[in-house]
């Protein structure tokens, strides 16, 4: 049984561990048509598009959903019909972004690199070069599948080159690592609060260069997830065109006001740097070792190999640590035996050794460790 009383730490890379001030932004109602909450919704756009530094050239599209709703909505509505997409796929968010291009009917093309291994620019160039029919590159810049980083700003370099446009799922790096979307000529970035914001899950978000947004009118295939319309409704009227996560939208804007008290970006950065630090180091001990090279290990998600144990399950080790006070994650590689370890989320690296701690424990009783 779990001894104490207060949640368990999650150590899942969105829904992640909030502040306690993040949660008590969520003990009021709002109302959709307050001018109150019109005003927060306001704020938190304007410091969404600042981080983004897009402030001259972009705008910031808020929507209900989880990550991928806002996904879905950034291909619908900015890819045209006849577009086509070249999508360097080295993990499951990549893999997803395909499954959504057959569901909309946009012609695709996959540019499969292995789960532990970077997307290439290079490839990237060649295959732009080979097919000028290609409008659209769909990169995920953080690989939450495996936890790898994609070079974002050489793909963006590339792309630009070629004259294409660039549409970044930044989900899980948006708030830690840095992104500029106008030096990088970036069409749309797409994240979501309950990442590396550290509010509660609930609402995405597309930072779209304006002018695209414009030109994509009546592009889309579904209304709720227009986000041309959706865009201009709030201009319009200071409101979203149907309910608002009112409760998420105040906790994002207290856990926005948190982020610039730590230091913004960069300090965000050197925490969960701090974090994976303390838990490669103390995995690495137990004899767990990482999935991935040091060099292209993003600091946001860490995937180990299971235990080489013929009783290894996930579940038992699961249970075990959360009885412990914590949460892991299992992993969503296809070919190995893995499960993966977030470091972001109100947590530091003190939780991080205490975690290594439970997941030494569970492992020895478990009678797992070699
Ligand atoms: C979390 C995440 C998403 C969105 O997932 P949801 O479950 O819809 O929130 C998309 N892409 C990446 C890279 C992610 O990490």
Redesign the pocket.
Known sequence: MYRFDRDALLLT??PLTTSLRTKQAMLHDHGSWDSGFNGITAEVCKELLRIAQGQDTHVCVPLQG????A?EAALGTLVPRQGKVLVPNNGA?CA?IVKILHYLGRETVELVFPEDQQADPQSIAVALQRDPAITHVAL?????GAGILNPLTDIADVVKAEGRRLIV?A??SFGALEIDVQRLSIQALIA?T??CLEGV?GM?FVIAERQSLLDAQGNCHSLALDLCDQWQYLQKTGQWRFTPPTHVVAALREAIVQFHEEGGRSARLARYSANCDALVHGMTQLGIKPFLSESVQAPIIVTFHAPEHPEYAFKALYEHVRAQGFILYPGKLTQTETFRVGCIGAIDAHDMAKAVAAIGHSLRALQWLA
Do not use: L
């Open positions: 890379p969105g989880s990550g991928t709703f996904v968010y997803r995920v810049h953080c690989e939450t799922d989900m899980s979501a309950g990442k899950p995405g």
